[in-house]
């Protein structure tokens, strides 16, 4: 979560465009946020017990997936089931015997 949020936080710092549309940013007990003027908003939470509890999203990505149980996964639906066009994004990393390619599930 931090790497990401970082390289979003910088992205935006190094472009007018962006910044020039930024509303406010929060970083706090493991949750973070960007949110930009239109309303649009990137919210990062850690995988903890209750972390998004009451929270929704149209678009759910889940980093480091590759140990995601079936059952962790389902529990998760809910967070994006009233979304009109909800999508799910399961990334990691996979070792290949020495090589590391990244997999998506």
Known sequence: ??????????LINGNDFLQQRLARVSHRNGDAY?????GARVSFMSRARGAGRGSHAGK???????GLT??????LLPFIAAAPDP?????????LGGGYCAVPR
């Open 1 to 10: 979560m931090t790497q990401l949020f970082s390289f979003l936080l910088r």
């Open 34 to 38: 960007i949110a930009l003027r239109t």
């Open 60 to 66: 759910l990505i889940i980093d480091e997936s590759m």
């Open 70 to 75: 079936d059952s962790q996964l389902m529990a």
């Open 87 to 95: 999508q799910v994004l399961l990334t990691g990393v996979l070792d």
